[in-house]
């Protein structure tokens, strides 16, 4: 099946600093990804919908000067988490559509941990 | 907000069938039934989709009611290994995929 792959797979910052986490699609080309956030013991939560070339979509309530993400490529999305705080620790999780695909599938990242002390 | 209904849990001995259901009273007519699953700390694993009739691959098999209400995901012969949250998802093509909160399913030795 087709693969999704996340870098880094888990990150350690301290507070104030920010990150960038890739989410790259690597035998296929996805003009749509979506981030979604995980806390421990909770379900995933869809932060946004990243377009290739244009500005990404976020869900309510999340902050997109916070949550930074750039789809340049058909092929890499990244999700920049500005001045983080502890509580922005999280699982952060992508998926992609492919680009000629009808069945609907999305294809999903193995995750990227951040823990931001 | 996710349009669907399953169980918080279940557990299921290993190399019984585990039967997971899952309430979809609202479902539209062009929205298709899907199913992924997490293992612990890794990202979702597609399953199986499906729209009227059942289906059957490698990994499962998804059985809705003639009604499109409600489904079963059935795995036939669990392992340890297929211990996770299940997500049974309602969405239209290619709409953004909502999660709720699954069932977690316990393969039990």
């Known amino acids: 099946g087709a693969v999704v792959s996340q870098h880094p797979s888990w990150v350690i910052c301290k507070s104030g600093t920010s990150v960038k986490i890739e989410c790259r699609s690597l035998?296929?080309?996805?003009?749509?990804m979506f981030w979604y956030r995980q806390f421990p013991k909770q379900s995933l939560m869809l932060m946004a919908t990243?377009?290739?070339?244009?500005?990404?979509?976020?869900e309510q309530g999340v902050e997109k000067d916070k949550f930074l993400i750039n789809h340049a490529s058909l092929t890499l999305s990244t999700l920049t988490v500005t001045s983080a705080h502890p509580e922005d620790s999280s699982f952060y999780i992508c998926?992609?559509?492919?680009?000629?695909?009808?069945?609907?599938?999305?294809?999903f990242g193995e995750g990227s941990r951040l823990t931001v002390l | 907000d996710a349009k669907t209904t399953q169980p918080t849990s279940m557990d299921c001995a290993e190399g019984r069938a585990a039967n997971l259901p899952c309430n979809h009273s609202?479902?539209?007519?062009?929205?298709?039934v899907y199913w992924y699953r997490q293992i612990h700390s890794q990202g979702p694993q597609y399953i199986i989709h499906?729209?009227?009739n059942n289906e059957t691959n490698e990994m499962a098999s998804l059985i809705i009611t003639e009604d499109r209400k409600s489904s079963t995901l059935i795995l036939p012969h669990a392992t340890l290994r297929d211990t996770a949250v299940y997500y049974c998802i309602v969405r239209e093509g290619d709409d953004k995929i909502i999660f709720g909160k699954g069932t977690r399913l316990h393969i039990l030795p």
């Open positions: 035998d296929f080309q996805a003009t749509t």
């Open positions: 499906g729209l009227k």
């Open positions: 609202t479902i539209s007519g062009n929205e298709y």
């Open positions: 990243s377009n290739e070339g244009s500005k990404a979509t976020y």
């Open positions: 998926s992609a559509r492919p680009l000629r695909d009808n069945t609907g599938e999305l294809f």
